[in-house]
């Protein structure tokens, strides 16, 4: 009984992980720049991963996999935003410019106001 | 009732640690929590961990919804098919009253995974993080939420 409801409820997480994943990857397709593909493939990605690990931690039946799945988890979600946060530093730096379609750009008024002053 | 919590919280950590949910060896771990919280109450009873460690689990608490909600709403966002009139992309500055490296950090992740904001860049003098908004709706309520919501917390937990 318990064995089979852990199966469902392993394969439920499992496919939702997935399905994070794929809008993921639809997300990255779709979006027009780097800045606005980040937030799909960090946090749908990191949402995704984390639920396929979390189906792995269920559905393995054993604590030792259990365990290091829920670690997998917890590197997983440090490690993601600390990667599209590098990203979309080191390619703003870069000057990839967003966009055409933002509508703001604090960092390009600051420094325009940083080089007046000087 | 904290205590209750804590024996609660051991027993749970003791067997994940020899690696069996057995239910004799939860009540074992549940014995060892008892006798070392019953040892340990003088300096629990008012003690700073305590609830520095309550909340960090809130900030835990309100990090894994948050989360949730963000994954689904880019997802939501993503499958639209006049997404390119829904997304306004911007880069706004939020002031920061967070001043260590641990607690910009702490923030500056949590931001990323948090609904439609990534954080980009820190200003030299660290005193404003330029966060990248997928759907900008009003400026100032978008720097209202992170401060009263995540700086906060991150403030609280990492002071």
Redesign the interface.
């Known amino acids: 009984m318990l064995h089979s409801l852990a199966l469902y409820v392993g394969g439920i997480v499992l496919l939702a992980g997935s399905?994070?994943v794929l809008?993921?990857a639809?997300?990255v397709l779709?979006?027009?720049?780097l800045?606005?593909r980040?937030?799909?493939a960090?946090?749908?990605g990191?949402?995704?991963g984390g639920l396929i690990l979390l189906a792995v931690a269920v559905l393995g039946q054993d604590?030792?996999i259990a365990?290091r799945a829920v670690i997998g988890i917890v590197f997983l979600?440090?490690t993601?935003?600390?990667s599209?946060?590098l990203l979309?530093?080191a390619s703003?730096?870069a000057g990839y410019k967003?966009?055409s379609?933002?509508?703001?750009?604090?960092?390009?008024i600051?420094a325009e106001q940083n080089s007046a002053n000087k | 009732m904290n205590a209750a919590f804590l024996v609660v919280i051991l027993a749970l950590l003791w067997a994940g640690t020899t690696g069996s949910f057995s239910g004799l060896n939860l009540l074992f771990g549940g014995v060892i929590g008892g006798v070392a919280v019953l040892l340990l109450r003088q300096s629990l009873a008012n003690s700073v961990h305590l609830r520095r460690a309550r909340q960090a689990l809130s900030l835990l608490g309100l990090f894994l919804y948050e989360l949730m909600a963000s994954a689904v709403r880019v997802a939501l966002v993503v499958l639209r098919p006049d997404m390119n009139k829904v997304i306004q992309p911007a880069i706004v500055a939020v002031p920061l009253s967070a001043k260590s490296d641990v607690q910009i950090t702490m923030l500056a992740n949590l931001i990323t995974l948090t609904p439609g904001t990534l954080s980009v860049d820190l200003s030299p003098d660290r005193s404003v993080l330029y966060v990248h908004a997928l759907t900008m709706g009003d400026r100032d309520a978008m720097i209202a939420d992170i401060k009263n919501g995540f700086e906060k917390k991150v403030l609280e937990v990492f002071e």
């Open positions: 399905l994070f809008m993921a639809i997300g779709r979006l027009p720049d800045y606005t980040m937030h799909a960090s946090k749908a990191a949402v995704g604590a030792a365990v979600l440090l993601t935003p600390l599209a946060h979309a530093r703003y730096l967003p966009g379609e933002t509508v703001a750009d604090d960092i390009a600051n």
